[in-house]
């Protein structure tokens, strides 16, 4: 008999955990999903994927032609104009994120992290150094320079896996 008691508890603690893990909304629009189907909002769980499969691993080589084309639709015939070129670096930077990621596809698990330096084109030498966490296994960058008589473009595109 208290076997059956203690059992027929550790069923009701379940099904109450249960029943507060999935959402239910009051709402009749937010009953209905994208696909209009009726029913309880779905709720994600982790998948505790700690690694990038070998078909997810992030493309170098295409974020590297990504930048040199936006780089020379960009920068082709250009001169250097501070003014012009504070908006110059961040059109360039959203069109390589926006390209990378559309390469990437929905279902990666990578952040995109696009850093774009113009600047005038004197004969000097010029370092850029940048530092951040890294897991050599999974993350990724990729760059990529462009110079002209005017001006010189360094681009760096980081591919940080997050689980």
């Known amino acids: 008999m208290d076997m059956r008691k203690l059992f027929r508890q550790k069923v009701h603690l379940v099904l109450q955990r249960h029943r507060e893990s999935v959402q239910y909304s009051r709402t009749p629009s ?16 982790n998948t505790y994927q700690l690694a990038p499969k070998d ?30 070129c504070k908006n110059l670096t961040t059109q360039i930077t959203e069109t390589v994120k926006t390209q990378v990621k559309a390469e990437l596809g929905n279902n990666n698990r ?37 110079h002209n008589e005017s001006l010189f473009a360094v681009g760096i595109v980081y591919g940080v896996y997050y689980e």
């Open 55 to 84: 078909s997810q691993k992030f493309p170098t080589k295409k974020a590297e032609d990504i930048m040199k084309n936006v780089f020379l639709t960009h920068l082709l015939d250009s001169k250097y104009n501070s003014d012009t």
């Open 30 to 45: 937010s009953m209905t999903n994208s696909e209009g189907l009726k029913g309880p909002q779905v709720v994600y769980e």
């Open 110 to 146: 990578f952040k995109v992290v696009v850093l774009v330096m113009i600047g005038a084109n004197f004969g000097q030498g010029a370092r850029v150094a940048s530092r951040c966490l890294w897991y050599p296994q999974y993350d990724r960058f990729a760059q990529y320079e462009y």
